[in-house]
């Protein structure tokens, strides 16, 4: 196998069939896609039966009991078997060439980690006119200082080359707290200007959407997961409302994509 697609849902079922159909469209056909329900109460399930019964290379495992998004994830990641470790989450989007550049950038590069640009669209899926590009090199270091410059639905890394990860047990950040995971096995994450992904924003009830407390869960992710000494732990607390409010050290971009309705 040469791609695992990682994919945690709860209650996405709006958006879920919009995501699975973005995969089934790669050029790269070698995949595998592990979709963990965790304990959806809406229609998930009966949105994704006629994928199932017609792929063969599409999985639905469902959690016992609501754990939340780094359960999903790492449910879904003991299940995968592909060289290359992709993240897509149940409403977000790729296009159609994004596996095949990814790869292919990946080899050039001699990169086992990579992330690449984004383009935002709102909760119905109008165009934000808003693209997110990555750093072309983001080391551990970086990646804290700019508070996860990385989009998660871009992210993908080399199993083979770097072996299994476990996500942090976070419920916020856990994408960012695994990204710092790998940057202990190699130097860096190598990014693409190429917008290959497009991130869902503001969806309510997300985890995401709720803004308030994740300076609880950064101090989490440094102080208690990363170990990070206390006046360290505030520095990077720090760099991140200040990353947050002022945007300084991300690279956004206004440009539209072709469609106005994604």
Not at 8 to 30: A, F, W
Not at 35 to 54: A, F, G, K
Request: hydrophobic fraction near 35%.
């Amino acid at each position: 196998m040469l791609v695992s697609i990682i994919m945690p849902s709860y209650n996405c079922g709006r958006y879920i069939e919009k995501s699975v159909q973005s995969v089934l469209q790669q050029t790269v056909k070698d995949w595998e896609l592990q979709i963990v329900d965790d304990c959806s109460t809406d229609h998930t399930y009966e949105i994704l039966q006629p994928y199932l019964e017609r792929n063969p290379n599409i999985h639905y495992y469902r959690m016992p009991y609501n754990q939340g998004p780094a359960a999903a994830r790492n449910e879904a990641l003991k299940r995968a078997s592909g060289k290359y470790i992709a993240f897509l989450d149940s409403d977000d989007l790729w296009t159609p060439d994004k596996l095949e550049k990814q790869i292919d950038f990946m080899k050039k590069k001699k990169a086992s980690f990579s992330a690449a640009a984004y383009a935002c669209m709102d909760e119905q899926g109008n165009d934000l006119h808003t693209v997110c590009v990555p750093p072309k090199k983001t080391d551990y270091r970086k990646c804290i200082r700019c508070s996860n410059p990385m989009g998660n639905l871009t992210i993908m890394y080399d199993q083979e080359a770097l072996g299994r990860f476990e996500v942090p047990d976070i419920k916020k950040r856990n994408d960012f707290a695994l990204w710092l995971q790998i940057l202990k096995k190699t130097e860096y994450c190598y990014g693409m200007e190429d917008v290959l992904g497009i991130y869902r924003m503001g969806r309510s009830g997300s985890v995401s959407s709720n803004k308030i407390r994740q300076a609880k869960y950064h101090w989490q992710l440094y102080h208690e997961i990363e170990k990070h000494g206390m006046l360290r732990s505030i520095y990077e607390v720090g760099c991140w409302a200040f990353v947050k409010g002022t945007g300084i050290g991300l690279d956004r971009r206004k440009m539209g994509m072709k469609n106005e309705k994604l």
